[in-house]
């Protein structure tokens, strides 16, 4: 989980940059340059996608044009979100329009920058990263809580049990007992990969938020 | 009823909304991003889609109200928004209206405004009261999604 979170170095960034206009990869190159990030561009989804296979754990973060031929930005969400890539992914559109923002949102993305952008976008893009980092921890440390707590819960039941029963117990009751130490009691933990943002940001470069 | 039956009935209303020129090949694409991570993806960007659309409506209607003259700029760019969020459910009448609309507007037409926009809401209503009655429909043959419905 923390490959794409580095302590050492919290901002720190290899950025993926995907925009079919090449002028506006020049200017994500200028503003990543400004603030030491280290950054790779495309102008085409599919061969980002191939890098992006190739090297999971090198890219922290990614930002995604809307509105690319062939592999769109939505299905490219998509496909981050099913291949399970921890880099938070900011969708970029020459445009703003909330049904898009909306569309992306709900496919995982968790920022929406409107073009032209400013380069002060650049100055505090490792908070997506540095966010969605403190939301994996929490997550974990409660989702090993909760394991520590169904540990001990069913440690005393089976101090009630045996206690009940009187003698030692028979193998069905047994069984019982070993299957509920199978995984986690409550179903709605969300997994790692399904994570979405607390908190949504729209990105104007006329205002911050 | 037949679970078989129903999802033939779903199938059968969505091909008509295409068949009366009412949805396009974006519909297509929105039903594409729906999977197990977000089973109601389509329910949910229409729903949204009808959120945002009515504000704009009503927006549109005001400015339309502040005749002595027109503000044909206004008026443009609510359309343009509008027609953004039409165009992002595949709803293809409504936006042939909003085109139509945008038409008037740069021919500074106060009359041609009015008359397609009365048009337009005429098209928009039908069709939301259309997909409103095909989501419930897909929600009961309800396949493989999970019926947990997002706020």
């Known amino acids: ?209 | 009823m037949d679970r078989n039956q129903s999802r033939r009935q779903v199938a059968a209303m969505k091909q008509s909304l295409f068949d009366q020129g009412l949805l396009d090949e974006q519909f297509i694409q929105l039903e594409e991003l729906q999977d197990d991570a977000n089973p109601n993806f389509v329910e949910e960007i229409v729903t949204l889609h009808y959120r945002d659309s009515s504000r704009l409506i009503t927006s549109i209607e005001q400015a339309l109200k502040e005749r002595n003259p027109l503000d044909f700029n206004k008026l443009d760019t609510l359309m343009h928004q509008f027609k953004g969020s039409s165009s992002s459910i595949g709803a293809k009448k409504v936006k042939a209206e909003c085109n139509l609309f945008r038409e008037y507007c740069r021919a500074g037409s106060a009359e041609g405004c009015m008359r397609s926009f009365q048009q337009l809401k005429r098209e928009y209503a039908a069709l939301r009261k259309k997909l409103e009655a095909y989501f419930q429909l897909a929600r009961q043959a309800g396949p493989q999604e999970t019926a947990c419905r997002s706020k």
């Open chain 1, 1 to 209: 989980m923390a490959k794409y979170y580095s302590e050492k170095s919290p901002t720190a960034l290899t950025i993926l940059a995907i925009d079919k206009d090449p002028e506006v990869l020049e200017l994500i190159k200028k503003g990543c340059n400004k603030y030491s990030y280290e950054v790779m561009t495309f102008t085409d989804t599919l061969p980002a996608v191939d890098v992006l296979r190739g090297n999971r754990d090198d890219f922290n973060l990614i930002l995604m044009d809307l509105h690319m031929p062939g592999m769109d930005g939505y299905e490219f969400l998509r496909f981050v979100r099913r291949e399970e890539f921890f880099a938070p992914v900011i969708v970029m559109s020459s445009e703003e329009n909330r049904l898009s923002a909306g569309m992306a949102f709900l496919l995982g993305a968790c920022d929406y920058w409107v073009k032209p952008l400013g380069e002060y976008l650049f100055q505090t893009v490792w908070t997506h990263v540095y966010r969605k980092y403190l939301n994996e921890k929490r997550k974990q440390k409660d989702n090993e809580k909760l394991e520590d707590d169904n540990q001990k819960r069913e440690t005393n039941e089976d101090a009630v049990v045996v206690s009940s029963v009187g003698e030692t117990p028979s193998s069905e009751d047994g069984d019982v007992i070993e299957s509920n130490k199978s995984g986690p009691v409550n179903p709605q933990l969300p997994s790692a990969g399904s994570s979405r943002p607390q908190r949504r940001t729209k990105t104007k470069n006329r205002k911050g938020k």
